[in-house]
């Protein structure tokens, strides 16, 4: 049902969308295993019943080709006719429109492993608000094999299948982008002291670890860039223009660490680091120098009460 987009346009996906939609899906699921616990309790074991489906619209701008998804808000389904509550739509699109005037609706999301049939009737209904809506969706099961996001962006086009005009869903690609706010909440998030009374320690190895798959996952995709040049200049594979600019407008952030402004700012804040552990050091010292040393007239003074000897200091 879904192949690759063809519409060139680029999109660029905020965190925020991803935190709605996981909280959005974690407390629906929640609710129900609660309510199915009760149900089991009181009328046997049944089955587990599927994970609960969550919908929601997706709001941002979109600036030439370029369509950029910062927000999102929850919707009301009807299973039973595979239909949006209209009016409750109509409610927060107006709410949301007077808090940030310059979103508009783009598409919708929901949960699960992949676009059902189904999804092509909210889909449709969407188009009276934008004609091409986008359809983001979160897959939330866990899969510890797979490194990329589980959350797919599908776009909708109109392809002639057995001589019929027919909508279908055709798969695109995204970015992820952030500004300084969105960094520092989900910094501030990732930094959370965790509720089974983790420590400071476990905090810092969990953050080292994570900045190590970084580092390593960067150090594995710029080797295979460099696996790809060479191969590239031995005329293994054909040249592309368009890639190679790509590629050099990549590499020149990296030989930035190089330069002699670099080093000396880096020296300067090294030597900066280290003045301030040597005070910090001598300071520590002179305070347990002082307490020794009030130890040691103290003992002198009760000393000269028995004997007539002065104190030390």
């Not at 940030?100 to 992949?114: A, K, M, Q, R, V």
């Not at 798959?213 to 040249?239: C, D, F, T, W």
């Given at each position: 049902?879904?192949?690759?987009?063809s519409s060139g346009?680029?999109f660029?996906l905020?965190?925020l969308?991803?935190?709605n939609?996981?909280?959005?899906y974690?407390?629906?699921?929640?609710?129900?295993?609660g309510?199915?616990?009760g149900?089991c309790?009181?009328?046997g074991?049944?089955?587990p019943?599927p994970p609960?489906r969550v919908?929601?619209?997706?709001?941002?701008?979109?600036?030439?080709?370029?369509v950029e998804?910062?927000?999102?808000?929850?919707?009301?389904?009807d299973?039973?006719?595979?239909?949006?509550d209209?009016a409750?739509?109509?409610?927060?699109?107006?709410?949301?429109?007077?808090?940030?005037p310059?979103?508009?609706?783009?598409?919708?999301?929901?949960?699960?492993?992949?676009a059902?049939?189904s999804?092509?009737?909210?889909?449709r209904?969407?188009?009276d608000?934008?004609e091409s809506?986008l359809y983001v969706?979160l897959n939330p099961?866990?899969?510890?094999?797979?490194k990329?996001?589980?959350?797919?962006?599908?776009?909708?086009?109109?392809?002639?299948?057995?001589?019929?005009?027919?909508?279908?869903?055709?798969?695109a690609s995204?970015?992820i982008?952030?500004?300084e706010a969105?960094?520092?909440?989900?910094?501030?998030?990732?930094?959370?002291?965790p509720?089974d009374?983790?420590?400071?320690?476990?905090q810092?190895?969990a953050?080292?670890t994570?900045?190590h798959s970084a580092?390593?996952?960067?150090?594995?995709r710029i080797r295979?860039?460099?696996?790809?040049?060479l191969?590239?200049q031995?005329?293994?594979?054909?040249?592309?223009?368009?890639?190679?600019?790509q590629?050099?407008s990549?590499l020149r952030r990296?030989?930035t660490?190089e330069s002699?402004?670099?080093?000396?700012?880096?020296?300067m804040e090294y030597n900066d680091t280290l003045?301030?552990?040597?005070l910090?050091m001598f300071?520590n010292?002179?305070?347990?120098?002082?307490?020794?040393?009030?130890k040691?007239?103290?003992?002198?003074e009760?000393?000269?009460?028995?004997?007539?000897?002065?104190?030390?200091i």
């Amino acid at each position: 049902m879904a192949s690759s987009s063809s519409s060139g346009l680029t999109f660029k996906l905020h965190p925020l969308v991803l935190l709605n939609i996981s909280d959005h899906y974690t407390r629906v699921k929640s609710q129900a295993t609660g309510a199915d616990a009760g149900a089991c309790s009181s009328g046997g074991a049944d089955s587990p019943p599927p994970p609960p489906r969550v919908f929601g619209c997706v709001i941002g701008v979109q600036r030439g080709r370029t369509v950029e998804i910062f927000n999102s808000f929850e919707l009301l389904y009807d299973p039973s006719t595979h239909s949006l509550d209209r009016a409750f739509l109509e409610k927060k699109q107006e709410l949301y429109k007077k808090v940030f005037p310059n979103f508009y609706i783009l598409g919708w999301y929901s949960t699960g492993s992949d676009a059902q049939e189904s999804d092509m009737n909210i889909h449709r209904a969407l188009m009276d608000i934008n004609e091409s809506p986008l359809y983001v969706l979160l897959n939330p099961s866990i899969n510890h094999a797979q490194k990329d996001l589980p959350i797919t962006i599908y776009e909708s086009e109109l392809h002639i299948i057995d001589g019929i005009p027919q909508l279908i869903f055709a798969q695109a690609s995204y970015t992820i982008e952030t500004v300084e706010a969105e960094r520092i909440s989900v910094d501030h998030v990732a930094h959370l002291k965790p509720s089974d009374g983790g420590s400071a320690a476990t905090q810092l190895a969990a953050h080292l670890t994570g900045t190590h798959s970084a580092i390593k996952m960067l150090n594995s995709r710029i080797r295979v860039l460099h696996h790809y040049l060479l191969a590239m200049q031995k005329g293994e594979i054909p040249r592309e223009n368009s890639l190679l600019r790509q590629v050099s407008s990549l590499l020149r952030r990296l030989p930035t660490i190089e330069s002699e402004k670099f080093r000396d700012d880096f020296l300067m804040e090294y030597n900066d680091t280290l003045l301030v552990s040597y005070l910090a050091m001598f300071t520590n010292c002179s305070s347990t120098m002082n307490e020794l040393v009030d130890k040691f007239n103290t003992a002198y003074e009760r000393h000269s009460r028995r004997g007539g000897r002065t104190s030390f200091i």
